[in-house]
């Protein structure tokens, strides 16, 4: 496995670690936002249903040869979720590990396989993860934000 992709693998074990360090102040009572603001679960409940329909891009991208990807667009909010983040962390981290588990036993040719997104065009797995990560990246700054109001 070539060092871009250790690093993107890098990138993608360290969210649960960044949010966990983000809210470990609150302790067990982190602010919980709105259905127009989400706080913490909220968004991390987001972030699980992402993770979930990207490895299964992943997936199908393996296992077909150039399949068709169909947009997504996320619900208006992740609704009745708890005022603890603990459950939502717990679970994202268990969805997180099977896709760098998946990822981790992946064959170089295996980054290069491609699927067809209908938005996107051609977009191979490299790209899909590159994409996850960029998602964390919007959400932990949102928290961020959140948190610091």
Do not use: C
């Not at 992709?5 to 609150?26: A, F, G, P, V, W």
């Not at 997180?96 to 990822?103: A, D, H, P, Q, V």
């Not at 036993?105 to 491609?114: A, F, H, M, V, Y």
């Amino acid at each position: 496995m070539t060092d871009a992709y250790h690093e993107l693998l890098d990138d993608l074990s360290h969210t649960t670690t960044r949010i966990q360090e983000m809210t470990e102040k609150y302790g067990g009572d982190v602010p919980v936002g709105s259905a127009e603001d989400w706080g913490p679960p909220q968004i991390v409940a987001h972030m699980i249903d992402v993770e979930k329909l990207y490895r299964g891009r992943i997936q199908k991208m393996l296992n077909e040869q150039t399949p068709y990807l169909r947009s997504w667009e996320p619900e208006v909010g992740p609704e009745g979720i708890a005022g603890t983040l603990r459950p939502e962390l717990e679970a994202f981290a268990t969805e997180r590990g099977e896709t760098i588990s998946l990822l981790m036993n992946l064959p170089l040719k295996g980054w290069e396989r491609s699927g067809i997104h209908d938005e996107y065009g051609e977009l191979t797995v490299e790209d899909i993860v590159e994409r996850l990560i960029n998602h964390d990246n919007d959400h932990l700054k949102q928290m961020e934000t959140f948190l610091s109001t």
